[in-house]
């Protein structure tokens, strides 16, 4: 329940830079004057479905990464955790590792604020050292909302904490789609980010999301994982299925080599040795990226994968990367392009997720008629191999752009 006794549904907005970064503000502690006159600390954070931890910067961190990047333009918030009368220090280190990279430093506790719902003790990882990557970004942190045995340190999530307060224990994930005009600028200033959805907790997005839900079984319960049917793009189908996530801090689609390939072949893609990435014609006709899930196709037309950063000579970015996952580990990962066009509704209660269709003009999307949905030659193969996550890829990408253009 909330401080007031009721259960409740609250909405944390999102903001959008190049419809690869979607964040949300977060506040931290109790000030050491009044509070009721003085706001707690408040911090810029992804709002991470990939990882169950959340941690900021130190106000002790000095390095340039830690202030924030020049080229980027972003400059941080950082935790002065010495100007909250709340904050109760440990000396249990962290360290968290993603694919793009790692932050460390020391956990306390602290009163979090997450779209109005309040706990007063919550486990965070106040970090004194950050990868060069992280300061480039528009980000002073990550909040994790997975499952708590992901989560570093024995820290419960803070989603598990405050499950009481909400009226289900749901929350609905809806992101919007920049307009073109904004997708052609490479370097936005730090002030442009535009309204990028919203994460509603406790209840389903009936203002942005269509009433069908479609529900699968999630088969493991640290990341958001289940099982993908099949994959089809133009003459590829997989023919196999495979365990997927979806995760809000990936902005691209996360594949196996071979459906890779038939990405690259579908959109006659070439590697760029500027910048490191595969590059399409911006003014093409590409097939829709199906996803096959629970019996039903999920079709991600090519607005979704094909990204617009201002590239010379008509050229766009293709929004996907080879990965490696063994055993029981995800193949898969379906990032924000998969998540603009579908709302995720993460069900702990009954530990499942489900999709519905976007209801919001410009991100919606019917299967054209004329274009054919299945492959006349299906194949299949096997391989793999690491890479790091969209965000980290555009994000280094566009610091190259920025002295480039």
């Not at 190049?18 to 600390?41: C, H, M, R, W």
């Not at 106040?126 to 994790?144: M, N, R």
């Not at 993908?228 to 689609?253: C, E, H, K």
Request: hydrophobic share 35%; glycine share 10%; aromatic share 12%.
């Amino acid at each position: 329940m909330s401080q007031s006794g009721q259960a409740v549904i609250d909405r944390q907005p999102l903001v959008d830079y190049y419809d690869d970064f979607y964040l949300g503000e977060i506040k931290l502690g109790t000030p050491l004057v009044d509070p009721n006159v003085f706001s707690a600390q408040s911090f810029t954070v992804v709002m991470d479905t990939g990882s169950s931890n959340l941690w900021v910067i130190d106000a002790k961190c000095e390095s340039q990464d830690c202030l924030g990047q020049p080229v980027s333009e972003y400059s941080k918030h950082q935790f002065d955790t010495s100007a909250s009368t709340t904050y109760q220090k440990s000396n249990q280190p962290f360290l968290l590792i993603y694919g793009s990279g790692s932050c460390k430093g020391v956990i306390g506790y602290d009163v979090l604020d997450l779209a109005g719902l309040k706990y007063a003790s919550q486990g965070l990882g106040v970090a004194t050292q950050i990868a060069s990557v992280f300061g480039s970004q528009p980000i002073d942190g990550i909040l994790g909302l997975g499952w708590p045995d992901l989560a570093q340190g024995q820290v419960v999530p803070p989603m598990q904490n405050m499950l009481s307060q909400l009226d289900q224990p749901i929350f609905t994930v809806y992101m919007s789609r920049l307009e073109a005009s904004f997708c052609r600028h490479p370097v936005l200033p730090a002030d442009a980010p535009v309204d990028g959805g919203r994460i509603t907790f406790g209840g389903f997005d009936k203002d942005n999301c269509r009433d069908e839900i479609n529900y699968v079984p999630l088969t493991s319960r640290t990341y958001w994982q289940f099982k993908l049917d099949d994959f089809v793009m133009g003459d590829f189908r997989a023919m196999t299925n495979y365990q997927v996530i979806t995760d809000t801090g990936t902005s691209w689609i996360g594949c196996p080599t071979d459906v890779f390939n038939a990405m690259v072949k579908n959109t006659n893609a070439k590697l760029s040795p500027l910048i490191g990435q595969w590059i399409v014609q911006c003014d093409t006709y590409y097939p829709d990226m199906i996803f096959k899930i629970g019996g039903i196709e999920y079709h991600i037309p090519a607005y979704e994968y094909v990204l617009d950063l201002g590239l010379p000579a008509g050229d766009c970015v293709l929004a996907a990367f080879p990965m490696v996952g063994t055993g029981n580990n995800p193949k898969f990962i379906l990032g924000d392009v998969f998540i603009r066009q579908y709302c995720n509704v993460h069900d702990i209660g009954q530990g499942r997720i489900g999709f519905a269709r976007s209801t919001v003009e410009g991100t919606t999307y019917t299967p054209p008629s004329t274009q054919p949905t299945s492959p006349t030659t299906p194949t299949t193969t096997s391989g793999g191999f690491m890479a790091t996550t969209g965000s980290t890829v555009t994000a280094l990408l566009l610091a190259l752009l920025h002295n480039y253009l």
